[in-house]
């Protein structure tokens, strides 16, 4: 698989250093429009290739280099989308329930699976002492009572947590000033929520309450929605006015990427109005979409090329937003995971980035006049690295693998002759 997709690649690179080679060409003052023209013909068939080979490059009836084998586990270069830094503030997921009128009872006492930032925990209240169900029985009876009760949910919760060897932080449990029994997730970096299972202690005790989300609120700068800033989609400049945000007035992080999204997309759609092209033109930009990330960064995403916000003299809007990081994408559904053991665990797993021409930033390049040839031989240099990089990492990838088929086949050696001993010594008793 990894042969077929770094094969399709080695193609993609030989096309994008062609193309470079007449943008190079393009730009020279020797030619003429129509010369130009001719070679933007070249170069759009070209393109088009490009798009065909990564979206018909399969294995096993596997698409690999149209974008689905992302990893999504770490952000990997791309050139149509901008991230940056974390800039929110994010609350704990949490479930709570009113206290006052629910102790648990008997018929509780079950295996209960609780539901921790997406990962499944089963708790087992069978295995509580006589004298820790009596807490659970009594926890309606005085304030000492319920703490003592939280208490002792939150300790087995984490218990069964560190039991499981899952990743998952420690949740929290206490008593609110309601008289709710609140237990909240630990984590706080991203996105949480604790859920009960359908009955049990937790199901119980909290009167059968849905889980919460924690919510992810802008924790940046106050931003008065009057400053401007450069924008770059392609290597177009274009000025957008960002939005206001304020973490006194909370705003939360989906709510800033619809605001950044509608600011992006108005001076987007002023510059196309200047045009006099329609949508589907070469040269038409795009709307881009903006999103808040589980993280708490923005992520900008544009069919039409690069996307690049920078602060003006005396402004921090850009850098307020975390939007003055590298260029990078961190969607997928995960990457490929290769098992090569025995054994849960031992896996391999690597991703392969989207190889075509929008996502390389090249899908917009223009040689059929000499200052667009001129312009594209920086983005055609970027795509070119771009591509040099991932046929690296197929190649990284590739010899990890054989250098593990070698090992395996050392252990499976040794295992067999050390069985071929036993058997022997078994046979001469025998004997």
Known sequence: MIQTAEGALNETHSILQRVRELADQS???TNTADDRKAIQDEVTQLKEEIDRIGNTTEFNTQKLLNGNLKSAGGASVGQNTTTGAA?????????????????ADNSDFVKETINVDGTDIDVNWQDLSSSEKAVLKNADTDADSKKAAAELIQNKINEAIDASGKNVEHVKAYVDASDNLVVESGSKGTKSIVEAGSAGVLTAMTGGATGAAGESNYNGTALAGTETADLY????????????ADPATPTTMDDLADDLAAAINASIAAYNGTTGKADGDEGWIKDVTVKATDDGR?????????VELKDRAGQTAVADLGLTQAQTD???????TFQIGANKGQTITFGVNDMRSAALGISGVDVS??????NA?????????NVSSERGK??????RLEHTINNLNTSSENLTAAESRIRDVDYALAA
């Not at 989609?233 to 206001?244: D, K, Q, R, S, Y």
């Not at 923005?298 to 690069?306: A, K, R, T, V, Y």
């Not at 197929?394 to 010899?399: F, I, K, P």
């Open 377 to 385: 031989l920086e983005t055609l240099d970027k795509a070119i690295k």
């Open 330 to 336: 961190a969607s997928g559904n995960g990457g490929m």
């Open 298 to 306: 923005l992520l900008i995403n544009s069919e039409s090329g690069p």
């Open 394 to 399: 197929l190649g990284a990838v590739q010899n």
């Open 369 to 374: 006049t000499q200052a667009g040839a001129s």
């Open 87 to 103: 800039i929110s503030k994010l609350s704990e997921g949490s479930i709570s329930g009113a206290l006052a009128n629910a102790a």
């Open 27 to 29: 730009a020279n003052g």
């Open 233 to 244: 989609v392609n290597g177009t400049l274009m000025e957008v006015t960002l939005p206001a």
